[in-house]
C-alpha cells in the first residue's frame, strides 16, 4: 500500500478558494489512479474527483464540476485539489486515495486500496 497524507484544509468563506494537496510515498505514484473523496457529518463518502497515473484522463462529480479541478506532479509524488467559488454544501472531510489497478477505471471508492487520513474543508455562509 502507499501511504497518503493530506494538507491544504481550512476554514474560507462562500465563494473563496482552496488546493489541497495530497503527498504519497513510493517509488511507483506514477503508475497509480488518484481521486479525491469527501465526507460529510452523517452523510456517505462521496466521490468528487479523480484523475489517471499520467494525468490524461479525469473525471468530476457533478456537483463540483467548472468549480474544482484536479491535477498530479508525478516528480513530486502529489495530487491536487484546486476548489474555486466554495460553497458551504462543500463542507466535508477531504480524502486523497489511490487506485493501484494497472488501468484506469470507473473511480468508485470500492476501487481505491489506499486513503490518507482526511483534511477539513470547512465553508462559511
Known amino acids: 500500500q502507499v501511504q497518503l497524507v493530506e494538507s491544504g484544509g481550512g476554514l474560507v468563506q462562500t465563494g473563496g478558494s482552496l488546493r489541497l494537496s495530497c503527498a504519497a510515498s513510493?517509488?511507483?505514484?506514477?503508475?497509480?489512479?488518484m481521486g479525491w473523496f469527501r465526507q460529510a457529518p452523517g452523510k456517505e463518502r462521496e466521490f468528487v474527483a479523480a484523475?489517471?497515473?499520467?494525468?490524461?484522463?479525469?473525471s468530476y462529480a457533478d456537483s463540483v464540476k467548472g468549480r474544482f479541478t484536479i491535477s498530479r506532479d508525478n516528480a513530486r509524488n502529489t495530487v491536487y485539489l484546486q476548489m474555486n467559488s466554495l460553497k458551504p454544501g462543500d463542507t466535508a472531510l477531504y480524502y486523497c486515495?489511490?487506485?493501484?489497478?494497472?488501468?484506469?477505471?470507473?473511480?468508485?471508492?470500492?476501487?481505491?486500496?489506499?486513503w490518507g487520513q482526511g483534511t477539513q474543508v470547512t465553508v462559511s455562509s
Open positions: 486515495a489511490a487506485d493501484t489497478y494497472p488501468k484506469y477505471r470507473l473511480p468508485q471508492k470500492e476501487n481505491f486500496d489506499s
Open positions: 513510493g517509488r511507483t505514484f506514477s503508475s497509480y489512479n
Open positions: 484523475i489517471s497515473s499520467n494525468g490524461g484522463f479525469t
